[in-house]
């Protein structure tokens, strides 16, 4: 059982040595453990620092492309290199290394194929307390939408088995932390949680320069793969505002005609198609996307078994 600890990088030469050495270099019921960074077009020396470290492997990036290409680019790593389980962890050190036997654990015992380590965010005390309100909100809104129980979504510290991080897709630049949920939720996989420690603060964070900056990005991610996996469902819902507005508008119309007092009233009648037509013409929509969705799970499928057997050619070579 092979496990690859990777740990994606932007200019991290000041904290990545910390981190570095409180990984573990061994646990139970692994047989062997490499470790890999992600160099996100570092302009310091970052990747010096790793390699004077002694780590395995090292994916470069001539400039940056954030943190979700960067992540998905370490995935793929860690499966050429035959990884059994990926963990990704930070390189400020913000989570608790010595919980990485516990994040693996559900894996190992095949109880779950992607979990993820849960902080305690009410107390860690380097949050202010609109973040945590925001943490708590945001972490909601994605159990919603992926009608999952994870209570810290928004946290980079998860682990995937193998057969997971060969499923894993994701389609925006901006993080990887939330779509990932909403793609396992929506499709099945079993996904858990256990809550893990966290270090003081090294740095602040990079990923957002501003509480409003990272809710609209937020919450943009989680629609935009919510929508793509539940398309209808979306659609649906945009679709019956108007609709329920065109019919209050056509029922008062038919109440006044009936009274015979339609003639001054042409155009709610007008205004009340033109909102119907639209609400229906919406609903079409959704059911096209709801084909597209399905095609997409297809394809999905076709790139696990395409990528099952580059992979497992990877690992055959290597022995």
């Known amino acids: 059982m092979k496990l690859i600890i990777q740990i994606p990088c932007y200019n991290e030469a000041e904290t990545l040595e910390i981190a570095l050495n409180d990984l573990p270099r061994q646990i139970d019921g692994i047989d062997e453990i490499e470790y890999l960074i992600i160099d996100d077009g570092c302009k310091d020396n970052t990747v010096e620092v790793a390699r004077n470290w002694g780590v395995h492997h090292v994916v470069s990036f001539a400039q940056n492309k954030g943190l979700a290409k960067g992540f998905m680019a370490g995935i793929d790593a860690c499966l050429e290199n035959g990884a059994d389980i990926i963990v990704n962890t930070d390189a400020d050190n913000q989570y608790c290394a010595e919980d990485i ?3 693996i654990r559900p894996i190992l015992e095949h109880k779950a194929d992607i979990v993820i380590g849960a902080r305690p965010i009410d107390d860690t005390e380097d949050f202010s307390w609109i973040k945590k309100k925001m943490q708590h909100f945001g972490s909601w809104v994605v159990r919603k939408a992926s009608k999952t129980d994870i209570p810290d979504a928004p946290s980079g ?20 932390t939330l779509e990932t949920i909403v793609q396992a939720g929506r499709n099945r996989m079993a996904i858990t949680s ?7 603060e090294l ?3 990079r ?51 009936a009274h015979g007092y339609g003639t001054g009233h042409t155009q709610s009648l007008i205004l009340a198609c033109t909102l119907i037509i639209i609400g229906f013409v919406t609903f079409v929509i959704g059911m096209l996307a709801d084909v597209i969705s399905a095609n ?14 580059k992979y497992d050619n990877y690992r055959q070579e290597k022995k």
């Open 296 to 309: 997409r799970k297809i394809l999905e499928d076709v790139q696990y078994h395409l990528k099952k057997q």
């Open 194 to 200: 256990v809550p893990v420690r966290t270090n003081p």
């Open 157 to 176: 510290f998860r682990a995937f088995s193998r057969d997971a991080a060969m499923r894993i897709n994701v389609i925006n630049d901006y993080t990887y």
């Open 207 to 257: 990923l957002f320069h501003s509480m409003a900056g990272y809710i609209k990005k937020s919450m943009l991610t989680i629609l935009r793969a919510l929508m793509m996996y539940k398309p209808l469902y979306c659609f649906s819902i945009v679709a019956i505002i108007p609709i329920l507005i065109g019919l209050g508008i056509g029922i008062r119309f038919l109440v006044y005609y």
């Open 101 to 103: 036997p516990k994040l």
């Open 203 to 205: 740095r602040k964070s």
